[in-house]
């Protein structure tokens, strides 16, 4: 287990091995399958990831994830249950969560996250509705922890994360194809 917060995330809906494989040890996964959390895989991606030495976070169910001592939970922006506070202050364990508006973002600081996923970003064939980097900056403003960005980052806009001043990214796609540690690096933080 890490007591860090990773700089970068990438989310699952199952395990697949060969998948997981070439992703570089630092960057964290999020098993985030709203429709159906499968016992099975979340013990089998704990494995793979204790075996690998990556993060592990599980979305939207914090008692589970501390207690299969997984690296903590990520509490989407939708789950307002401020009675989630209480994994706060477990070591080992960290309370990540996404938010959209100020509005969450209070709501979150209740729940006692550590680590602030703002989004989206750009625009998502999901949501036309986007914060863009201005937004993105005036909603970290209400906040001191890390924030993440999330949400519609591609080739042609990553270079404008840099803009942004977020600790880190999470993503599915541009992760999947950009899977080096450094090349993302250079790109967001320019080192």
Known sequence: MHNFIPRV??????????ELSFLNK???????NYEKTDLKQVIQLKNFC????KSLYLANKPRLAFKL?????????????LNINKYKNFKN??????????KEIHI?????????????LFETKKNKKFLDVYKFKLLKKNTRLKTVALGGI?????????FTGSYGIASISFIKKNDKLEKLRRILYGN
């Open 69 to 81: 001592r997984l690296s903590g939970a990520y509490i989407p922006s939708f789950n307002k249950n």
């Open 9 to 18: 995330f990438y989310f699952v809906n199952d395990f697949n091995k060969e």
């Open 50 to 53: 204790k075996k690998n030495g």
């Open 93 to 102: 364990f960290q309370l990540i969560g996404s938010a959209h508006n100020i």
């Open 108 to 120: 979150k600081l209740k729940q006692g996250v550590k680590c602030l996923f703002l989004s989206p």
């Open 26 to 32: 630092k960057i964290a996964i999020i098993y985030r």
């Open 154 to 162: 591609n080739e042609k806009n990553i270079t404008k994360v840099r």
